[in-house]
C-alpha cells in the first residue's frame, strides 16, 4: 500500500532553533555509537564496525633531506671495507685516507685522532674501526691484518694483536669478545683479557666482508663472505674439532635443510650455513626487537634482502631490491630495518631505504648521495643515521621516530 510508503523522499520542516538543542545533540551523540541501532543493518560485524570508525593512524614524516652535511675527503671507495662506526658516547669515527677522524656529535667538534702517513710504504693504514668498552677504546684493523687498540681520551696505543694475513676489513664486538674479518678467508675470535685467539674460523672460501654479533648479548656471531656463503656461529656449542677433517652441518640451500659435510679441520661447526646469496653478503643485521631475526643482504648480483629465523633455521622471506645492498641497520625505536645501497642495473646508487617489518614493505626510499652509500653508522638514541659515500660527503639523517 501507498501509506507504507509515504515517507520516501518526504520533506521534513527543520527544527526550530529552541527544539533543536536537546533532541539533535541526542541524536547526533547516538548515531556516533556503533551500537547504535541504525547500524544493525550494515551486514559487517561489531569488531569490523569499530575498526572502521576508530580514528586513523598518521602516517610518520620521513625527511628525506640531510640536516647536517660534513666534507668527507679521501674517503675510500671500497665495498668490503668498514670505515665509520658511532659510539654509545655520540661520538663518531671515520677514516679518511691514512687517518682517523673523531667528530662529537653533541657538541658539533671534529679532531684528528691518528694519522698513519708515516706508514704509506708499508701499508698499515686502517681497512677498519669499531668502538669498544662504551666508547672509550677504539679497535682499528689494517691492511697487513693486525688489529690494535687505541685510549681515544689520550691517543695512546694499548694493544697490538697479529694473526691474519691481510687486511681486517670488518669487526664486531660483544662485551670482552671481539672478532675480526680478513681478506684471508678467516675470522678470528679473541677475548681481550688473553694474549691468544679464542677460535679461528675457516670456513670461507673468499674474504670476509660482514660479520655481526647477536643484539641480544648472546654469543652467536653471523658471517656474510664474498663466497656468497652466509653462516651463523653459536659460540657456545661451537666447539674445535682438531681430530677429524670433516665435520657435519646443518645448510638451508635455496629454502631447504639438508646435511653436508665441511673439509675444514681445526674450525668450528656453523650452527647455520645459509647458502642461497648469489653475490657478496656484506648487509647483516641482528633484530633487536626478536630473538634470532637476521637479515641479510647481497651484492649487485644479488639485490635481495633476506629475513632469517636463526633460531628454527628457516627462511622467513625476502624483498627484491633495485640495487646492492650495501648495509643493513635494524631501528631501536621501532619495528623498521634501514638499508643502504650501490650500484644497479637500472637504477642510481646512492639510495637510502626504511622497512617496516613485519610487512615488509617500503615506508619511503629516496636519494641520499650522489654516489653509492658505503658506509651507514646509527646513533646511540636510535634516531638518526649516518651515511657516507664515495661522493666524498657525510650525511645525517633523522630517519626513526623517538622511543616512546
Not at 639485490?303 to 633495485?322: A, E, H, L, S
Amino acid at each position: 500500500s501507498t501509506t507504507g510508503r509515504s515517507r520516501i523522499f518526504s520533506y521534513h520542516r527543520p527544527l526550530a532553533s529552541s527544539e533543536s538543542g536537546s533532541l539533535a545533540t541526542r541524536r547526533d551523540f547516538q548515531l556516533d555509537s556503533v551500537l547504535h541501532s541504525a547500524y544493525d543493518i550494515v551486514p559487517l560485524p561489531l569488531t569490523t564496525r569499530k575498526q572502521l570508525m576508530a580514528p586513523t593512524k598518521r602516517m610518520r614524516h620521513i625527511s628525506t633531506t640531510a640536516y647536517k652535511v660534513l666534507d668527507a675527503p679521501d674517503l675510500e671507495d671500497n665495498f668490503y671495507l668498514n670505515l665509520m662506526d658511532w659510539s654509545n658516547k655520540d661520538v663518531l669515527a671515520v677514516v679518511l685516507g691514512k687517518s682517523i677522524y673523531v667528530y662529537d656529535v653533541e657538541q658539533g667538534k671534529v679532531q684528528k685522532l691518528l694519522s698513519f702517513g708515516e706508514l704509506e710504504s708499508s701499508g698499515l693504514y686502517p681497512s677498519s674501526v669499531r668502538w669498544i668498552e662504551d666508547g672509550n677504546v677504539l679497535a682499528v684493523g689494517n691492511r697487513r691484518g693486525d688489529l690494535t687498540t687505541y685510549d681515544v681520551q689520550t691517543g695512546l696505543k694499548l694493544r697490538t694483536i697479529s694473526g691474519h694475513t691481510k687486511r681486517i676489513g670488518n669487526i664486531s664486538s660483544m662485551d670482552s669478545l671481539i672478532a675480526t674479518g680478513s681478506a684471508d678467508c678467516t675470522i678470528l675470535l679473541r677475548d681481550l683479557r688473553t694474549p691468544m685467539p679464542v677460535k679461528r674460523i675457516t670456513a670461507h672460501l673468499a674474504e670476509v666482508c660482514g660479520l655481526k654479533f647477536s643484539t641480544f648479548g648472546d654469543p652467536v656471531l653471523a658471517s656474510g663472505g664474498d663466497d656468497c656463503r652466509l653462516y651463523v656461529w653459536d659460540l657456545r656449542s661451537s666447539a674445535t674439532n682438531s681430530t677429524s677433517k670433516q665435520v657435519s652441518q646443518t645448510t638451508i640451500h635455496r629454502g631447504r635443510l639438508s646435511t653436508s659435510m665441511a673439509a675444514k679441520a681445526n674450525s668450528p661447526t656453523p650452527l647455520l650455513s645459509l647458502t642461497e646469496h648469489r653475490a657478496a653478503v656484506k648487509g647483516l643485521a641482528w633484530s633487536p626487537h626478536a630473538r634470532g631475526l637476521l637479515a641479510s643482504g647481497g651484492g649487485k648480483q644479488d639485490p635481495i634482502i633476506r629475513f632469517w629465523n636463526t633460531t628454527m633455521g628457516y627462511k622467513i622471506d625476502q624483498v627484491q631490491c633495485q640495487s646492492q645492498v650495501t648495509n643493513l641497520a635494524w631501528s631501536i625505536t621501532s619495528d623498521e630495518l634501514v638499508s643502504t645501497h650501490g650500484y644497479g642495473a637500472a637504477t642510481v646508487p646512492g639510495v637510502v631505504t626504511v622497512w617496516h617489518y613485519p610487512t615488509r614493505t617500503s615506508n619511503i626510499s629516496f636519494i641520499a648521495h650522489s654516489g653509492r652509500v658505503l658506509y651507514l653508522a646509527t646513533s646511540p638514541h636510535g634516531q638518526t643515521i649516518a651515511t657516507a659515500s664515495c661522493d666524498e660527503s657525510l650525511r645525517f639523517f633523522e630517519i626513526f621516530p623517538p622511543k616512546q
